[in-house]
T-cell receptor, first 113, second 114 residues
Framework: SQTIHQWPATLVQPVGSPLSLECTVE??????LYWYRQAAGRGLQLLFY??????ISSEVPQNLSASRPQDRQFILSSKKLLLSDSGFYLC????????????FGPGTRLLVL | AQSVTQLGSHVSVSEGALVLLRCNYS??????LFWYVQYPNQGLQLLLK??????LVKGINGFEAEFKKSETSFHLTEPSAHMSDAAEYFC????????????FGTGTRLQVTL
């Protein structure tokens, strides 16, 4: 069966520090991978998605970047965190095209102080 | 561009009562429609989805939703609320013919009281 892992579960970082959040998927090949951010009182916002190694699409301009160095690994990064980067970050995967279910990881709660 | 509107950020029902969570979408063509549930400090879990075929879709935990094209709606219902249903519920859409990118509503927090 497929599983998705995210770490760390919780992170407290000072403003201006770098960030690296990791997501890995097991039990499937060539998944589509997604990063979402959930801010307090707001819905989920799609940040990045990837349909293959090295293929990253950015949905919104921001202080973050994403990379996919391996088929089942998706990394969210920042060189300098802002207060507004605080939130709950969720990774998800799917296979196939539109209409296919996305499966979400447990999330990383990031607090920037 | 697509959008999703969930009316009511908070809904409170008594245990055993009907649950109705509203979702309306805006899209040039009927999209794929999803309902996800999120328990505290967890990721999202799919409740049900509509892609094609029968417009009344049944999901897990007794939930169901009906796609009404004329009303651009996909409301979620459960005949009898349980305490364990307390969570946040998200409606989402995905445009046809594209990668599976989801546009989410802002969510509805369901509270179930005794």
């Amino acid at each position: 069966s497929q599983t998705i892992h995210q770490w760390p579960a919780t992170l407290v970082q000072p403003v201006g520090s770098p960030l690296s959040l990791e997501c890995t998927v097991e039990g499937t090949s060539n998944p589509n991978l997604y990063w979402y951010r959930q801010a307090a009182g707001r819905g989920l916002q799609l940040l990045f998605y990837s349909v293959g190694i090295g293929q990253i699409s950015s949905e919104v301009p921001q202080n973050l970047s994403a990379s996919r160095p391996q088929d089942r690994q998706f990394i969210l990064s920042s060189k300098k965190l802002l207060l507004s980067d605080s939130g709950f970050y969720l990774c998800a995967w799917s296979v196939g095209g539109a209409g296919e279910t996305q499966y979400f990881g447990p999330g990383t709660r990031l607090l920037v102080l | 561009a697509q959008s999703v509107t969930q009316l009511g950020s908070h809904v409170s029902v008594s245990e055993g009562a009907l649950v109705l969570l509203r979702c309306n979408y805006s899209s040039s063509v009927p999209p794929y429609l999803f309902w996800y549930v999120q328990y505290p400090n967890q990721g999202l879990q799919l409740l049900l989805k509509y892609t094609t075929g029968a417009t009344l879709v049944k999901g897990i935990n007794g939930f169901e939703a009906e796609f009404k094209k004329s009303e651009t709606s996909f409301h979620l219902t459960e005949p009898s609320a349980h305490m364990s249903d307390a969570a946040e519920y998200f409606c989402a859409v995905s445009a046809r013919g594209t990668a599976s990118k989801l546009t989410f509503g802002t969510g509805t927090r369901l509270q179930v009281t005794l």
